[in-house]
């Protein structure tokens, strides 16, 4: 029970000094203070000896080496700095969560919700980016879980916490996960955690953000209710069956326990669900089929959130199907008179549609960019006249018979098929 | 257009918290006699601050309750259903003889689905058994032997992670080291102080471990026909061996 105390000081690796100011929250593996670190307020982890143990040899010397690595970037509260050894433990120090970030449980236990629909859908792009670019630099995550990230519900803003099991490919530090979370073939010990199994639980998460459920718990493990270690190898190992696999019924949902996942499954599009299905299909949990990597979920999250259009018959935001032009809501036919084709995308051009950094960059960054620079506008007198206004600071162009046509700052482009704008380096095409 | 522009998250059904499993935290309290006077206000004091404690072990996997027996002569639901933890602690009086043995049978009847405390609808993790006792049973002769012979049939009984504290210079060890299955999540209280310490201190852990699901490499594979928690019962030990012992100076029972 070695906890600090208020206004204790410590001594860092890099020599500088830590007071220990207030208790912030207590984990399994440790309590995080507030602390004042050379005169700037900063977060300490620190750990609970006797539950780590021999692990925390290789989390000490694991953070040194993620420290002197430098964080990947700024969405992670990567550690700066480790404490001396105290009575056979020690700490780590990292940001402080910044204001406005809520924890993940406090959005699953529908405590805080997100301000649009689109929030969650960004969220999803920033928790995917994360590990995009924790596995572009060999880093696996290892123990991903619903306590890894902070989320502003007003953007979907991620932060990444607890970044002290993350490790080279190859590395381990004795913990490979927390249930319901583990890949199936860690759970039954046949593996250790790697980047493949990082994206079983990156699945989870992403099913878990959007459907308030566990994506293998329908029906059949419901009822099995004792959650002991022989029960959780059965229904999260040997034999995992998705609540929503197309091949296999036997573990579907029920109005009971699965309401949730009712309500919001209805809500992807079509690509979202077979990512799902394909990443927690038979074969993808038994490392037998491929499951989807971070790109691919990039790509038809963004398509996703570019298909949240406005219906122009009764305004309520729907799902656009691009195979069934219906309004969801109202169920009126749907003629969209044209679409933005941008790289991997065809952005519906109804009235609140907008363009954004990300089509155009499309994932080759580090940080998935959601600035908006163009919004799809109507004309005043005709509804069917639509146009492209300008949001950014750039100067866009297209040709107009044979001549480049300037468009700056709060400027309109009319949509005429054929049309193709110029932003930067990068072209747009009316279709 | 005639209408506003509105978000899907306000067209469509609100969908409610993820369901949770819930850890049901069974307290055992012996409230005999001879839990007279700061034995049985450390139990108290200590309780009060366990249910605010418990509230940060849970999450968005466990939602944790609590149900108290208590036992003297004959035994007593404090709860009659398993409450949450925004409950409030009433008081516990010790008076009576120290009837073991019913209330084992009580807690027997409460451990089931259909006619007891486990039936929830989005499942139940295995529980917790917090036995804290300082006496010899007064309706069983051996030593609380046909009580806990009863529990070892029940299958939560057998899933449980169960934990002890043995009270007083002739702490009943035994009982409890037959009540746990496992000398190791037993721990002697002497003093009121540490009472009250280890109470919190294991009620918590033992939450953590049961609800946690945390798994390491060196967990060593269990049987797969048994229901016995080995593994977190054995990851409970552990952390109980590390308590600081109790100190003989501060002596008062
Ligand atoms: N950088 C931070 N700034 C502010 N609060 C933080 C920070 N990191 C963690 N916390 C808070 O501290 C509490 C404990 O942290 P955390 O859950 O990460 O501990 P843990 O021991 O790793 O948990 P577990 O092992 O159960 O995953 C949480 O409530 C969390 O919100
Ligand atoms: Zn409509």
Known sequence: ?431 | MANEMMDLLDTTEDVGGIPRRTLTIFFMIDVSGSMYGSKIGAVNSAMEEVLVDLQDVEGADAEIKMAVLTFSDGCYWMTPQPVNLDANWSELKAEGLTDFYSACKELNDKLSVSHGFMDSASGCYAPVLFLITDGYPTDDTDNGDNGINLLKKNNWYKAAIRVAIAIGDDANKSLCENFTGNPETVVVAHNSVFLKKVIKKIAVTSSQVASSGRSRTDSETTDPNTVESTVGNKQVGTIIKEIPEDDDDDFEW
């Not at chain 1, 296999?248 to 309401?259: E, K, S």
């Not at chain 1, 691009?322 to 969209?336: A, E, G, R, Y």
């Open chain 1, 1 to 431: 029970m070695a906890v600090l105390k208020k206004g204790q000081s410590l001594r860092s690796m890099n020599g500088g000094t830590i007071v220990v100011e207030t208790l912030l929250g207590e984990g399994g593996q440790g309590y995080v203070y507030k602390v004042d670190y050379n005169g700037k307020p900063m977060a300490l982890k620190w750990y609970k000896a006797d539950e780590l143990k021999d692990s925390l040899n290789w989390f000490y010397n694991n953070l040194k080496n993620n420290i002197s690595k430098g964080s990947p970037n700024s969405d992670f509260l990567w550690p700066v700095d480790l404490t001396e050894w105290v009575d056979g433990t020690f700490g780590y120090i990292m940001p402080l969560r910044p204001q406005g970030y809520e924890e993940f449980p406090a959005f699953l236990m529908a405590q805080v919700e997100f301000e649009k629909f689109s929030c969650m859908v960004d969220a999803a792009l920033n928790i995917v980016m994360g590990f995009k670019i924790l596995h572009n630099r060999g880093y696996t995550y290892q123990d991903l879980n619903d306590g890894n990230f902070f989320i502003d519900p007003k953007n979907g803003k991620v932060l990444i916490c607890d970044n002290d099991n993350v490790a080279e490919s190859g590395e381990n530090s004795g913990i490979v996960g927390k249930a319901r979370y583990m890949a199936p073939l860690v759970v039954v010990g046949k593996k250790m955690p790697d980047k493949i199994t990082d994206r079983f639980s990156m699945a989870v998460v992403l099913f878990m953000l959007f459907m308030r459920n566990h994506p293998l718990e329908g029906k059949a493990v419901q009822k099995k209710v004792i959650l002991t270690e022989n029960y959780q190898k059965k229904y999260y190992g040997e034999n995992p069956v998705f609540i929503a696999d197309p091949t296999n019924d036997t573990n579907g949902p029920t109005m009971a326990a699965n309401r949730n996942f009712l309500i919001r499954w209805p809500l992807m599009s079509k690509d979202i669900r077979d990512l799902f299905i394909a990443a927690f299909s038979k074969d993808a949990m038994a490392e037998k089929a491929s499951s989807p990597i971070e790109m691919v979920w990039c790509r038809k999250l963004l398509q996703y959130k570019s298909d949240l259009i406005y219906c122009p018959h009764c305004g309520k935001q729907i799902v656009f199907d691009h195979d069934k032009p219906v309004c969801m809501k109202c169920k009126q036919p749907l003629n969209i008179s044209a679409y933005l084709s941008v790289g991997h995308y065809m952005i519906p051009a109804v009235k609140g549609s907008t363009l954004c950094m990300e089509h155009l960059i499309d994932f080759d960054d580090e940080r998935y960019d959601p600035t908006i620079i163009g919004e799809i506008i109507c004309a005043k007198n005709d509804s069917s006249a639509i146009g492209l206004k300008n949001l950014s600071d750039g100067v866009w162009q297209y040709q107009k018979g044979g001549e480049y046509v300037k468009v700056g700052k709060g400027e309109v482009i009319h949509l005429i098929k054929g049309r193709k704008i110029k932003i930067g380096s990068h072209y747009v095409e009316v279709v």
